[in-house]
Nanobody
Framework: VRLQASGGGLVQAGGSLRLSCAAS????????MGWFRQAPGKEREFVSA????????YYADSVKDRFIISRDNAKNTLYLQMNSLKPEDTAVYYC?????????????????WGQGTLVTVSS
């Protein structure tokens, strides 16, 4: 499966952005999906995960109650709605697909990665 993330940009603190991740290739609905991010000078970290059916989600504490992950299997697209953005949310955001079931939070269990989209939150 090939993944293409989009939707990043520059936003003021307190604002919102919606990221999208378009999938092509093998059946998107077969994969658990996730979002990760990497801030300048830092390691890539987990943000959120969703099951293949979209019936269960999980969030890092740092984004809980602000971000919402969702998917539309008919459109082969994963989303991340980001609200109440903070300067510390500034990072390159990556989507990823895993052949494993359930909610996947570790990088090594993801098989495919998108190219990343930059989110910059100004104070």
């Amino acid at each position: 499966v090939r993944l293409q993330a989009s939707g990043g940009g520059l936003v003021q603190a307190g604002g919102s952005l919606r990221l999208s991740c378009a999938a092509s290739g093998r059946a998107f609905s077969m994969y658990a999906m996730g979002w990760f991010r990497q801030a300048p000078g830092k390691e890539r970290e987990f943000v959120s995960a969703i099951t293949w059916r979209g019936d269960s989600t999980y969030y890092a504490d740092s984004v809980k109650d602000r971000f919402i992950i969702s998917r539309d299997n008919a459109k082969n697209t994963l989303y991340l709605q980001m609200n109440s953005l903070k300067p510390e949310d500034t990072a390159v955001y990556y989507c990823a697909a895993s052949r494993l079931g359930g909610l996947i939070v570790t990088m090594k269990e993801y098989n495919y990665w998108g190219q990343g989209t930059l989110v910059t939150v100004s104070s």
